[in-house]
């Protein structure tokens, strides 16, 4: 395996709008790339410390996820460092204090990723739903190129599929 080992890895609960949006964008990773084999594409959904064994295994972790960071619905953010446990913010989201939870718990033991969280501004995410609001999807394509940019910096690389 060439390069460092990337976890490309979507959260987020897809029955609540865009509280799932990050899954919905590693799905369309999924539908339209093709990765070098140093990358690994995951659906987390709410799986908290379950994701430790996946999380070990890679050097990197790209996190796909809603954030609330205060912007308009669609505001795309970039978390690193301190910043994931500060801008980390739905109350009403179990999954958001688990991953933070599940990272330390990988520092413990001594084999923690690196970790990015590349989050979006959601519009809901406290309704029930499994379409995205349209502010949301109409910024997709736009998350979806800043991870893909991550990806880049970090070592690996998506190629689109044909047709």
Do not use: W
């Not at 594409?41 to 996946?54: A, H, I, R, S, V």
């Not at 997709?140 to 893909?148: A, K, N, Q, R, S």
């Not at 940019?149 to 690996?156: K, M």
């Amino acid at each position: 395996m060439a390069g460092k080992s990337i976890l490309l890895l979507g959260v987020g609960n897809i029955l609540y709008k865009d509280e799932g949006l990050g899954v919905h964008a590693m799905r369309r990773l999924e539908e339209h790339y093709n990765f070098s084999d140093n990358v690994t594409l995951m659906d987390g959904g709410t799986m908290g410390k379950l994701l430790m064994g996946p999380l070990m295994d890679h050097d990197l972790v790209i996190v796909m996820d809603a954030v609330l960071g205060g912007g308009e619905p669609g505001s795309v953010y970039r978390l690193v460092d301190e910043g994931l446990r500060k801008s980390l913010g739905f109350h009403d989201s179990q999954h958001q204090v688990d991953l933070v939870d599940t990272l330390i718990s990988c520092e413990l033991i001594g084999k923690r990723p690196q970790a990015v969280v590349i989050g979006m501004e959601p519009g809901d995410y406290l309704s029930m739903g499994t379409e995205m609001t349209e502010a949301c999807k109409e910024k997709i394509p736009e998350f979806i190129g800043h991870v893909l940019e991550e990806l880049a910096a970090s070592g690996g690389t998506a190629t689109p599929m044909a047709g």
